[in-house]
């Protein structure tokens, strides 16, 4: 679904001739079309959200060079292209209905839980790994469970 619509949003910056937008989302899906030729399958909208996220890492970090070296020619061509990653990423949990998910998580392996605290977090990552950013999911973890 979510790489039928960027392939929609691509015809349509080709028709509009949106040269920046359309080299944009012709590499998105070049990316995506990597991983399939790779996985000899079609990918799944969880496995092309996880190739948007790390996309996305990969401009955030382009940014902060841009920022680093005062390349203002870049940095906003760069910010064009976190726009519009972004616009196909889901809406991430926010921390509360984070920590519901998890706590989900653990009721639904108490004794897994209870065996080894820490194998909760493979569960946790893998369950909401599309809804919410890694590093956030681990945080709440060692924070406020005191796993990790």
Do not use: H, W
């Not at 910056?13 to 012709?26: Q, V």
């Not at 996985?39 to 680093?68: G, P, Y």
């Not at 209905?97 to 080894?116: G, S, V």
């Not at 681990?138 to 924070?143: A, D, E, G, Q, T």
């Amino acid at each position: 679904m979510i790489k039928q619509k960027l392939q929609e949003q691509m015809i349509l910056a080709l028709k509009s001739k949106e040269n920046k937008r359309l080299m944009t989302l012709r590499y998105i899906i070049a990316k995506i079309q990597n991983e399939e030729i790779n996985k000899k399958r079609e990918l799944n909208d969880e496995e092309v959200i996880i190739i948007l996220k790390k996309l996305l890492q990969e401009v955030k970090e382009s940014i902060e060079a841009a920022k680093k070296n005062s390349r203002d020619n870049l940095l906003q061509d760069y910010e064009n292209e976190k726009k519009i990653i972004d616009f196909f990423i889901p809406i991430q949990l926010d921390e509360d209905k984070l920590k519901d998910e998890i706590d989900k998580i653990i009721q639904n392996n108490k004794n897994l839980y209870q065996k080894n605290p820490k194998s909760i977090i493979g569960l946790c990552i893998k369950n909401l790994r599309t809804k919410a950013d890694v590093g956030k999911i681990l945080s709440l973890l060692k924070n406020n469970y005191g796993i990790g």
